[in-house]
């Protein structure tokens, strides 16, 4: 697969700047698949979809809800131009007559280009963002906060002791999900999984897990968790209900692919799920 690399950036700079997430089509919905795999039919211009999935607070990273009736995306010709074998070439070499330009999309996060041959106008080019087409994929995914299956709602914590955090792990909840979406002709393939899930323990500190965590086992005795644990240094007495409040943050990593364009890229969104703990000091009795 295709990945940005750093340098398009340094390439790139002053002629390209990310922007927001397009709106998704009027036309857009599910066409055909299953939970796993969907297809989008996605006209070229609307108004944006409801919020995703139920199941926690969801936030989109580096993304809003605006954004123009139609993907327009302008060219600006590189000068001096890349060297020969770099990527931007998409295969063509300085023996054709055409050049590569800087692709700038109002609704993309990331800098692209494209090859142009001689002669051909390229405001007078259709262009579809493959990045927003990306995002109506996502759309369809209906991405969802994490599940959390430790802390219980009502399970009592000791002060002191290890607490295993572990999620429950499903498609829309921590991936992996895949899904196309089609505009103008092309089609963009997204896949979506969590890649860090960040939790806030109430107490003023946070964890961060690469992993949905491991499930505790009474066999496991007082021993620590061995890839997401967190131990608490005082009890939630002072606070309401005697329970700590935290969230667990579910970073996805979004990659896409067109291949009608020969292209590919990433970007990033997060979900969010709130969860409560009660956390007490154990009574010694003499």
Request: some cysteine; overall charge neutral; charged content about 20%.
């Amino acid at each position: 697969m295709l990945r940005r690399a750093a340098a398009a950036a340094v390439v790139l700079a002053g002629v390209l700047a990310p922007a927001a997430h397009a709106d998704d089509g009027r036309s857009g919905g599910i066409c055909k698949g299953a939970t796993m795999f969907v297809k989008v039919c996605a006209s070229d211009g609307g108004t944006a979809p409801g919020a995703p999935g139920t199941g926690g607070t969801a936030t989109s990273a580096g993304t809003s809800g605006g954004g123009s009736s139609k993907p327009s995306c302008t060219y600006t010709r590189l000068d001096p131009q890349p060297p020969p074998d770099n990527m931007f070439w998409k295969g063509h070499d300085r023996s054709e007559k055409g050049a590569v330009y800087g692709v700038n999309c109002p609704n993309s996060q990331g800098a692209r280009t494209v090859w142009l041959p001689d002669g051909q106008d390229p405001d007078a080019t259709p262009v579809i963002d493959p990045e927003a087409v990306a995002r109506r994929a996502v759309d369809s995914m209906k991405l969802a906060g994490p599940v959390v299956g430790s802390p219980r709602e009502a399970g009592t914590y000791v002060v002191g002791m290890p607490m295993w955090m572990h999620l429950e792990p499903s498609p829309t909840t921590y991936g992996p999900a895949e899904a196309s979406a089609t505009a103008g002709g092309v089609t963009v393939t997204a896949t979506a999984k969590v890649t860090t899930v960040r939790w806030d323990m109430g107490d003023g500190t946070t964890v961060t897990c690469h992993g949905p965590g491991t499930k505790y086992t009474p066999e496991q005795g007082k021993g620590m968790s061995p890839d997401c644990a967190h131990r608490y240094q005082r009890s939630a007495s002072d606070k309401p209900d005697g329970r700590y409040r935290g969230t667990a943050t579910a970073a996805w990593t979004i990659t896409w692919t067109a291949p009608a364009l020969g292209d590919a890229g990433e970007f990033n969104e997060t979900r969010q799920t709130t969860w409560t703990a009660h956390v007490g000091e154990v009574q010694v009795l003499n």
